[in-house]
């Protein structure tokens, strides 16, 4: 079976109740796969991205590249 996806947002209503109106026919077999926004969080990566390079800038690893 193939899959059309169609792209949806709502708020989940009192006892877990959503409440969509799609574009299809009734009677049209689904499947309904449920992601739950989440905040993004990156500060780890963003600490990583501006950490130091020092370890890279040695003398060692500058031979070995440079000789490859």
């Known amino acids: ?3 059309n996806a169609i792209r949806l947002e709502t708020n ?3 006892n877990g ?3 969509v109106t799609v574009p299809l026919a009734p009677g049209t ?3 309904v796969l449920i992601l739950a926004a989440t905040k993004d969080d990156f500060g780890d990566l963003l600490h990583a991205a501006n950490s130091s390079t020092n370890f890279w800038d040695n003398s060692w690893d500058e031979e070995d590249w440079n000789h490859a």
């Open 17 to 19: 109740k959503l409440e």
């Open 1 to 3: 079976m193939t899959h």
């Open 12 to 14: 989940v209503g009192p």
């Open 29 to 31: 077999p689904v499947e």
